[in-house]
Structure formats: C-alpha cells, structure tokens
C-alpha cells in the first residue's frame, strides 16, 4: 500500500496558514456582559490586509460584530474614548467611528472634531503579534 502523495502537501499547506493572524480583544466596560471588542483576522498569509471588526456587547440586550476598513500587521492602534451614555468614540489611524452598546451599533464617523469627545478610556495595540487592549492611566 502506497502512501497518497496528497498527504506530502498537508504539512506544507498547514505551514501556510500559520503565518495568518486570528486575534480578539476586548474592552470590559461593565464586567464580562458589556464590553467593545476589536477582532483582527488575516484570510491568507500571503496578503498585508487584516480584516477588522468591532463586536459591541451589552448582554443579554445585544451583541454585534460590524466590520471596519482594514488594517494591517503592526495595527495601527485604536483609541477609544468615552462619548456618552453607553457610547464610545473609536479612532484609528485617519478613520473615526462611533459604537453604542444601547442599540449595539457601529459607524462610520466622517465629520468627528478636531478633538477627542470625552475623556480616553484606554486603547487597543499591537504587542508581541497580538492584540491587547491598554487602559489609559488614571488623571493625576
């Protein structure tokens, strides 16, 4: 019995899909049940695009993912900002966006002002090929 050449390809191929990114983090507003999540996805190894989402969550109201323009390896990084009752200004790169977890809605947000709504309440990054999300510090 001869083995199938096909299976010489399996290594190869899962050696691929290694190089993609599949990552999720999340900012915990009010414990585990309310919270903006930032997920980062790369289809294939070979393409410099990820993939990006924005899930907001209040359960067990609601919950939903929205995608956003994409990014790309290093991020860049999203800073979120408070905006209101249960609403959050997202900002990354030249791209604004607002996210409510009243209605759990995500939007573009193309006429944002030159500054920050609120105060900053931390920021999603990149750190060792994953996605984390940074707390700002506390004011002084």
């Given amino acids: 019995m ?10 190869l191929l899962l050696l691929g899909l290694a190089g993609c990114e599949n990552s ?15 997920v980062r996805e790369q289809r294939y190894f070979w393409s410099d695009e990820i ?17 956003i323009w994409p990014g790309n390896a290093e991020g860049p990084a999203m800073e979120v900002f408070e ?3 249960l609403l959050w200004a997202l ?19 193309p006429d944002a002002p030159a500054t920050p709504p609120g ?4 920021t999603f990054v990149m750190r060792d090929g994953t996605a984390v ?6 004011p002084q």
């Avoid at 999720?24 to 930032?38: E, F, R, V």
């Avoid at 067990?60 to 993912?65: A, G, L």
């Avoid at 900002?91 to 947000?109: E, F, I, P």
């Avoid at 105060?119 to 931390?122: H, L």
């Fill in 2 to 11: 001869k083995p199938d050449r096909r299976l010489l390809l399996l290594p």
């Fill in 24 to 38: 999720a983090t999340a900012y915990m507003i009010d414990g585990s049940n309310h919270a903006l999540m930032l």
């Fill in 51 to 67: 993939e990006q989402a924005v899930v907001v969550s209040r359960l067990p109201d609601c919950q939903r993912r929205v995608a």
């Fill in 83 to 85: 905006a209101g009752y």
């Fill in 91 to 109: 900002h990354q790169g030249r791209r604004w966006y607002l996210a409510s977890t009243d209605k759990c809605l995500v939007q573009d947000w």
């Fill in 119 to 122: 105060p900053q309440v931390g």
């Fill in 133 to 138: 999300f940074e707390p700002a510090a506390a």
